[in-house]
């Protein structure tokens, strides 16, 4: 059959990766690989979301995860 199906996986793994190394790339590199890194997390999202291997929601809640883990790998509030 040719049926377009969008699989519910929350959240989207490949979201997460790719958001994540972009945020790490940018935060921790020079000038030369920030601003790859902007394009590939702001292009993620929607390529993700065409091909219809997950929701929209699913592709938002992985990059708010990203942010999430950013956050306790940059910033350290516990002091590890």
Same mark, same amino acid.
């Given at each position: 059959?040719?049926?377009? &199906?969008? &699989?519910?996986?929350? $959240? /989207?793994?490949h979201?997460f990766?790719?958001? &994540? ?7 921790? @590199?020079?000038?030369?690989? *920030?601003?790859? =890194? !902007?394009?590939?997390?702001i =292009? @993620? !999202?929607?390529? #993700? @979301? %065409? /091909? *219809?291997l997950? $929701?929209? @929601?699913?592709? #938002? ?6 942010? %999430?883990?950013? =956050?306790l +790998? +940059? $910033?350290?509030? +516990?002091?590890?």
């Amino acid at each position: 059959t040719n049926e377009a &199906l969008c &699989l519910d996986y929350m $959240y /989207s793994g490949h979201v997460f990766n790719c958001m &994540l190394f972009s945020m790490l790339a940018f935060y921790y @590199s020079d000038t030369f690989l *920030r601003y790859p =890194a !902007i394009v590939l997390a702001i =292009a @993620s !999202i929607p390529t #993700v @979301s %065409m /091909s *219809r291997l997950h $929701y929209t @929601s699913d592709t #938002v809640v992985g990059a708010a995860f990203a942010f %999430m883990v950013l =956050a306790l +790998v +940059v $910033y350290d509030p +516990v002091g590890v």
